[in-house]
């Protein structure tokens, strides 16, 4: 089992360009099978679940070709409607893949998903909207089975403005007979980068700024090349490495848009953060300890949960006191157990973590339960005193691309070792 061994201490320095965004292009390289013909799809991270992803579009009949700087798929062979059931390839990012399947081959047979243990993560908002849609959808031997000879257009509002089932619902309803309205859909800009895809390609599908999204039916889609939009919390999480560490450091080739929320934070807890090129390059720099700020999630345009356990591990050693409300996921503190072992001062209740901010972490050995719980772990060894060991990177790998590397440039000395060496 590989672990992260992190000398604590150093400032990070330097710059880093950010890969793909993850969450971007699970549903993208899912809206390509609405296509029939060869795309490449650019910017496409390499990370653990992308590799996942498309080992399942291979298994399904996707000709799957990696290039340097991305993904050429060609959607042309007959495609597979089941997804086949796989321990390794448990991620939530096949979710869109069912509204995919359901609109190409009119049926879809999916495995029950994976992804972090973060909450119940019911998929209940999928179903609903694709029944209205005209789906039939049910479970049956552990698979979620979905069939439809046509499907209606329809006005679907989602209780939660869920991620997911907007974009399942988005893709669903491309080739549906008449207008789809969603009503307070997710507004993430992952959703943006879905729809700016799926209309490059001839869809027709409008998204306002009040969660409001209309999507015209269309008779088919064409292939074409895309990039995928950069990742904000790859973005965000390297901001907050660099403020942690006392450090002065720019991400690239971002747009800042798409994670203000974590720069007014970083800069109301007193770091210095500046925006360049036109909102594609943004520089951090803290020179003391910062200060305490209380955090909320929301949905998009609010705070980012998946940003969350990261600004913990920056609040554990901030001047002062801050709450944490985590209003997404039932189950996201789980990083708080692991830095009281660092001597963080967390404590949780329901939903909400309350942090006195300590002078130093001490380094320990600490185990990652989940992506961006890993990731707020490497923050917290980037600036605790000692050396931090960090168990089961593998969670961190299926986010984060060649972390310890782009870690390494900045300065931080950061070695990726197998147990037997522990
Ligand atoms: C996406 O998950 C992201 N994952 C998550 O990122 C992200 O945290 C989340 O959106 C919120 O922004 C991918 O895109 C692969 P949701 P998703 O549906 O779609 C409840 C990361 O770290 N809900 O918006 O699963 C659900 O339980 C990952 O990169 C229902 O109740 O998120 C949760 O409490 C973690 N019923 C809330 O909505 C449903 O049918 C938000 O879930 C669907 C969701």
Not at 224 to 244: C, H, K, N, Q
Request: net charge neutral.
């Amino acid at each position: 089992m590989e672990y992260l061994e992190i000398e604590g201490g150093k400032p990070l320095r330097g710059s880093v360009n950010i890969s793909g965004a993850k969450n971007a292009a699970f549903p993208i390289l899912s809206a390509a099978l609405l296509m029939k013909g060869k795309m490449h799809i650019k910017n496409v991270p390499q990370i653990l679940d992308v590799q996942h992803f498309l080992e399942i579009l291979k298994e399904i009949g996707v000709y799957v070709e990696r290039t340097d700087s991305g993904v050429i798929l060609d959607t042309r062979g007959d495609i597979s409607s089941k997804i086949k059931q796989s321990e390794t390839h448990s991620l939530r990012g096949t979710q869109t893949l069912f509204g995919a399947l359901i609109a190409r081959n009119g049926k879809a047979f999916l495995p029950s998903l994976g992804g972090c243990n973060i909450g119940s993560r019911p998929i209940d908002l999928h179903i609903k909207g694709l029944r209205q849609l005209g789906a039939n959808v049910d479970w049956s031997e552990g698979y979620l089975n979905g069939s439809a000879d046509k499907l209606k257009g329809n006005s679907v509002y989602l209780d939660f403005p869920s991620v997911g089932a907007t974009e399942n619902l988005i893709i669903a309803s491309v080739f549906a007979k008449g207008d789809t309205v969603i009503e307070n859909g997710a507004r993430e800009p992952e959703i943006r980068n879905l729809i700016d895809f799926l209309n490059k390609a001839g869809a027709n599908i409008k998204m306002n700024g009040s969660g409001i999204i209309r999507i015209k039916g269309v008779k088919e889609l064409s292939p074409v090349d895309f990039e995928i939009m950069p990742d904000r919390i790859e973005a965000s999480t390297y901001l907050i490495m660099g403020a942690i560490t006392g450090g002065d450091l720019a991400v690239n080739g971002v747009n800042v848009r798409d994670f203000e929320p974590v720069v007014m934070k970083l800069k109301e807890a007193g770091a210095i953060v500046d925006v360049k090129d036109n909102g594609s390059t943004v520089h951090i720099s803290a020179n003391d300890r910062l200060n305490a700020v209380d955090i909320k999630t929301l949905p998009y345009p609010g705070f980012p949960t998946d940003a969350q356990p990261q600004m913990m591990a920056l609040l554990s050693i901030s001047k002062g006191s801050s709450v944490i409300t985590e209003t997404i996921f039932e189950n996201r503190f789980k990083a708080a157990k692991e830095l009281r072992k660092m001597g963080a001062d967390i404590k949780i209740e329901n939903n909400m973590a309350f942090i006195k901010g300590v002078e130093k972490l001490q380094g320990a050995t600490v185990e990652a339960g989940d992506l961006r719980g890993g990731a707020a772990l490497i923050t917290a060894g980037l600036a605790a005193s000692g050396t931090t060991k960090l168990l089961n990177v593998f969670h961190v790998d299926r986010g984060y691309e060649h972390i310890e590397k782009k870690l390494q440039l900045l300065g931080g000395r950061v070695q990726r070792k197998t147990k037997n060496e522990i």
